[in-house]
């Protein structure tokens, strides 16, 4: 499985962006697809994943009611709509794929064995 992450940018309080992330490999449907996020000196923070053909989801508190993940399956691609960014938001973000697939939702990052290379999100207050 291989992902690739794009969409990221500079942006300011209150704006929106959407992140892609394209599979290969396998198809969507399959799989558990989450958002992980980086801060500088952090660890890695669940933001958001998406399972069972797009009906499964779930969020991580900070986000809830300001970001969307959405799926593609002719596209074989999640996207993460973000709205309201605020500088805390500001982050590398991963899109990731669950070991097991078939599965639901998880916010453990050990749980994730496939990993997209990241973009840069900034949020400028």
């Known amino acids: 499985v291989q992902l690739q992450a794009y969409g990221g940018g500079l942006v300011e309080a209150g704006d929106s962006l959407r992140l892609s992330c394209a599979v290969s490999?396998?198809?969507?449907?399959?799989?558990?697809v989450g958002w992980f996020r980086q801060a500088p000196g952090k660890e890695h923070d669940f933001v958001t994943a998406?399972?069972?053909?797009?009906?499964?989801?779930a969020y991580a508190d900070s986000v809830k009611g300001r970001f969307t993940i959405s799926s593609d399956n002719a596209k074989n691609t999640v996207y993460l709509q973000m709205n309201n960014l605020k500088p805390v938001d500001t982050a590398v973000y991963y899109c990731?794929?669950?070991?097991?697939?078939?599965?639901?939702?998880?916010?453990?990052?050990?749980?994730?064995?496939?990993w997209g290379q990241g973009t840069q999100v900034t949020v400028s207050s």
């Open positions: 998406i399972a069972g053909y797009g009906s499964i989801t």
């Open positions: 990731a794929v669950r070991r097991s697939f078939y599965s639901g939702t998880s916010k453990f990052r050990d749980e994730y064995a496939y």
């Open positions: 490999g396998r198809t969507i449907t399959m799989l558990t």
